[in-house]
């Protein structure tokens, strides 16, 4: 596939629109464009010209050739003609099931957008006449019996290379997903799990990162879109940094999952761990006040659900929790401008700095003068929080990327609860 090649997931029918049954069913395709943005459409020259004046400016039904009916979008008209228009419709909420929810699945497909590299001892070698390439791969097992196979696109490197802009889409994986006793699994099921697949691969990487041509085998044999469209996912970075590293990291993703989907499977625990991976990616994408509120928010979430909501105010909930989970508390060494500043507080204690800075941002009456820099490793230190608290729920033990080394330091650093020689929780 060329870099940024439009995807396409299939062609179909729409046979029903709101409450009318077409006299002829409708032939669309449903596309995933890459370039200049990312768009999923589903396209056709000949929509019904009757939705223009009935659905112009508001969201529709329409029923595809298996039953399945999806809230749709006119998003783009091209041509008019007397009974028909050529044009493409938006999904409304993406991504969007199509599949028979009655369906029992044999095996889930898809295509992994955005993630970094990785290797492991699981690596596959692939080599012709004339090249040969090492393509990182990976298997995570859970206790509730599923397999899950993770392994790179041959073509990632190419296409990264291709991709000279730091902008972009690049299928960098494949995936499935398998029962491990080998019974079927309902369509449900493998939306929750293509759903935690997401979040997990996201938050690894620091950025979101999409699951897309989700397509599954039934039980006779044949294949079916599961999911049409995708979540938002954020452009490719060059040469960025993966949570748990390349080298390894194949087998340090294996580690960390089952951990993970233990408690995404937890409805106790799923909605408390999508919004602090949420806040922690948005807190990214903004100005470094409002990545503070929302790693801030973040922190607060997860500190109540450890907690069980037993502690206030936030900083001291946040400070139970680091106890709890055998964190240090204190702010790091290199962490300098903070350390200076918190000589204003009562102690160098980095639940207390990070909720004064949240709360002098945003009160019109501030207090303290906090310098650039000061900023800057305020928010360093809470998505570092979020990082190990999350790594420590997940119940991971090996290497992770420390974004708190200094320059001169290994930033490859074995998580802190299995270090004997860690900065002292009351330093």
């Known amino acids: 596939m060329k870099l940024n090649e439009p995807i396409v997931y299939e062609d179909t029918f729409i046979t029903k629109i709101h409450r009318t049954r077409l006299p002829k069913p409708c032939l669309i395709r449903a596309i995933l464009y890459r370039s200049p943005k990312l768009r999923f459409a589903i396209e056709s020259n000949e929509f019904p010209r009757f939705i223009l004046n009935e659905f112009n400016r508001k969201s529709f039904k329409v029923a595809l050739n298996n039953g399945i009916k999806i809230k749709v979008l006119i998003s783009q008209i091209n041509?008019?003609?007397?009974?028909?228009?050529?044009?493409?419709?938006?999904?409304?909420?993406?991504?969007?099931?199509?599949?028979?929810?009655k369906n029992r699945l044999q095996c889930v497909r898809f295509k992994v957008v955005n993630f970094n590299k990785f290797y492991g001892s699981r690596n596959q070698l692939v080599q012709n006449k004339f090249t040969h390439k090492l393509l990182g791969m990976a298997k995570f097992e859970t206790i509730c019996g599923w397999d899950i196979t993770i392994e790179e696109d041959p073509n990632f490197r190419e296409q990264e290379n291709a991709l000279k802009q730091e902008d972009g889409y690049i299928i960098t994986h494949r995936g499935t997903v398998k029962?491990?006793?080998?019974?079927?699994?309902?369509?449900?099921?493998?939306?929750?799990?293509?759903?935690?697949?997401?979040?997990?691969?996201?938050?690894?990487?620091?950025?979101?990162?999409?699951?897309?041509?989700?397509?599954?085998e039934i039980a006779d044999g044949k294949n079916i879109s599961l999911m049409w469209g995708t979540s938002k996912i954020d452009p490719w970075v060059k040469n960025y940094r993966l949570l748990l590293g390349t080298n390894g990291g194949g087998d340090r993703l294996s580690a960390a999952f089952p951990g993970f989907w233990n408690l995404f499977a937890c409805k106790s625990w799923k909605k408390t761990i999508c919004r602090a991976?949420?806040?922690?990616?948005d807190s990214q994408e903004y100005d470094i006040e409002t990545g503070i509120v929302l790693v801030q928010a973040a922190l607060e979430s997860l500190s109540s659900k450890i907690n069980s909501n037993r502690f206030r105010p936030a900083s001291r909930a946040l400070r139970e929790a680091l106890e709890e989970l055998e964190l240090?508390?204190?702010?790091?060494?290199?962490?300098?401008?903070?350390?200076?500043?918190?000589?204003?507080?009562?102690?160098?204690?980095?639940?207390?700095?990070?909720?004064?800075?949240?709360n002098d941002i945003i009160h019109a009456d501030q207090r303290y003068e906090v310098s650039w820099k000061a900023m800057i490793e305020i928010r360093e230190l809470c998505l570092w929080y979020i990082e190990v608290i999350l790594l420590r729920k997940f119940k991971y033990g090996g290497n992770y990327w420390n974004r708190l080394s200094a320059a001169n330091e290994n930033t490859q650093c074995t998580v802190p609860w299995e270090c004997e020689d860690i900065e002292s929780k009351d330093e």
């Open 179 to 216: 029962r491990s006793d080998g019974n079927d699994f309902s369509v449900e099921e493998a939306k929750n799990f293509v759903d935690g697949l997401r979040y997990f691969l996201s938050f690894l990487r620091g950025k979101r990162c999409g699951i897309v041509c989700v397509t599954s």
């Open 79 to 101: 041509d008019i003609s007397e009974s028909c228009f050529e044009g493409s419709l938006d999904l409304e909420d993406a991504p969007s099931l199509v599949a028979d929810p």
């Open 328 to 358: 240090p508390r204190n702010i790091p060494h290199n962490c300098k401008k903070l350390k200076h500043l918190v000589k204003q507080f009562k102690e160098d204690d980095g639940p207390e700095a990070i909720t004064q800075i949240r």
């Open 277 to 281: 991976i949420n806040f922690y990616l």
